[in-house]
């Protein structure tokens, strides 16, 4: 299976640059993405969900001191998993990884509600995290056909 990071992992979370439209950005060299594609290159292997993330399943995947959370699209999505944030293992900081997704993802469902007549029962939003129209449209870009399999 496939692991793809989306545009805003990339440029926020590992603070590299983007590669040319025709570099698939699941090729980028780096070790929570080689990490994820090993952890989940196989669709029947147990994963571990981040349960401080209650609003969508998100998945641990940990390497050395980086840390990450994929999302699984459909089964049959022509992207099945996606590398939706990353970080670094702060051991009992605010500033490690998991407590800072959950404090993040706790202030965006704050936000939300604070803008919505229906508030959001959830403890957490994420929304922001997942994949959006730039990155299915920087997929679909001028991409080799052999990067559209698997």
Known sequence: MTVRPT??????????????????????????????????????TPHERIRAIDDTILFKVKVNRWRGA????????????????????????TNDFYAALQHQCQTARQRYNAAHDKPLTTDT????????????????????PDSRSG
């Open 7 to 44: 545009l805003r992992c990339v440029r926020e979370d590992l603070c590299l640059p983007l590669p040319p439209v025709n570099v698939p950005l699941d090729r980028i060299d780096h070790p929570i993405l080689a990490k994820a594609r090993e952890q989940f290159a196989n669709p029947d």
């Open 70 to 93: 994929v999302y699984l699209d459909e089964p049959d999505a022509e992207i099945p998993a996606w590398l939706v944030c990353a970080g670094t293992r702060e051991d009992g900081s």
């Open 125 to 144: 939003h994420s929304r922001h995290l997942l994949p959006d129209n730039d990155d299915h449209d920087r997929y679909g870009s001028k991409q080799p």
